[in-house]
Antibody
């Protein structure tokens, strides 16, 4: 059974860099795009960006200037960095998997459990 | 960006009754070449990640009970729960994946009356 396990710092100060990693276990790392989302407390879902195993990336234009994603295929892991965080970046951050590599499959069929990241001075 | 709207914001339904959620997109998400709507539905319970229920508007994900059904095409879509069970209390989101960035509706909260 494929699972996503995510980890990273949960408490940051303003201007610091958010860093999260998601590991894939029990299944193949290839054949999917791997995405990051966030959900502020009590609010809806926002897509941050994605990448595939070869390093091809896509970012939400609203966050593009502050986001970097990376992949380590040898470890079946992918990571998110978000720079210059503010209180507005406080949210639960999720990693997720698309159904496949082409847009036809860009729904998300597997999710990590989420990491609450709080930005506070 | 494609804007997704949902209605109602919330609804309270008695056990065994039907629940109907509407989702509208600001532009069509139908790809006429393959006749697929690039629209998915998710269920989210408190403290949990979203769970994929439906993709291509009406294809049920493996393991999803058949009381859940999806319909619609183009810009107007519906998620129906035919006979509400206690475990269906949750927030439901629609998502378009026709254009990047993928976007979600604001959610509809389903409660048990």
């Amino acid at each position: 059974q494929v699972q996503l396990q995510q980890w990273g710092a949960g408490l940051l100060k303003p201007s610091e860099t958010l860093s999260l990693t998601c590991g894939v276990s029990g299944g193949s790392f290839s054949g999917h795009y791997w995405s990051w989302f966030r959900q502020p407390p009590g609010k809806g879902l926002e897509w941050i960006g994605d990448m595939n195993e070869s390093g091809s990336t896509n970012y939400n234009p609203s966050l593009k200037t502050r986001v970097t994603t990376s992949v380590d295929s040898s470890k079946s892991q992918f990571s998110l960095r978000l720079t210059s965080v503010t209180a507005a970046d406080t949210a639960v951050y999720y990693c997720a998997r698309t159904g496949g590599l082409t847009p036809l499959y860009w729904y998300f069929d597997l999710w990590g459990r989420g990491t609450l990241v709080t930005v506070s001075s | 960006d494609i804007v997704m709207t949902q209605s109602p914001d919330s609804l309270a339904v008695s056990l065994g009754d039907r629940a109907t959620i509407s989702c509208k997109s600001s532009q069509s998400v139908l790809y006429t070449s393959n006749n697929k709507n690039y629209l998915a539905w998710y269920q989210q319970k408190p403290g949990q990640p979203p769970r994929l229920l439906m993709y291509w508007a009406s294809t049920r994900e493996s393991g999803v009970p058949d009381r859940f059904s999806g319909s619609g095409s183009g810009t107007d879509f519906t998620l129906t729960i035919s006979s509400l069970q206690a475990e269906d209390a949750a927030v439901y989101y629609c998502q378009q994946f026709w254009r990047t960035p993928t976007t979600f509706g604001p959610g509809t909260k389903v409660e048990i009356k």
